[in-house]
Nanobody, 118 residues
């Protein structure tokens, strides 16, 4: 189990950039697949991006591909989401999550609000 604490959310204008950080505490961070999810008002939670424990493999949702980049620094126990070319449709609460090997998404951050103005 890891505890996840997010930072970096806020208000940004359309076309701008924002970087979210997720700091993890726990001994098993480096063995977790890490991901970012988001939930907009009235919509279901959706997966945004994920990264393997080594950082060698990443995925992004079609809606953010080419704009968002996920990365991790295991030495710092931190995962990042670099968000560029932000759109109002990206407005949501963003959650950091961890997935142990052989398990499901089981560790979640508290969520951080990202608001993109037009």
């Amino acid at each position: 189990q890891v505890q996840l604490v997010e930072s970096g959310g806020g208000l940004v204008q359309a076309g701008g950039s924002l970087r979210l950080s997720c700091a993890a505490s726990g001994r098993s961070f480096s063995t977790y697949t890490m991901g970012w999810f988001r939930q907009a008002p009235g919509k279901e939670r959706e997966s945004v991006a994920a990264i393997s424990w080594t950082g060698a493999s990443t995925t992004q949702a079609d809606s953010v591909k080419g704009r968002f980049t996920i990365s991790r620094d295991n030495a710092k126990n931190t995962v990042y989401l670099q968000m560029n070319s932000l759109k109002p449709e990206d407005t949501a609460v963003y959650y950091c999550a961890g997935k142990p090997r052989g398990s499901s998404w089981s560790s979640w951050g508290q969520g951080t609000q990202v608001t993109v103005s037009s």
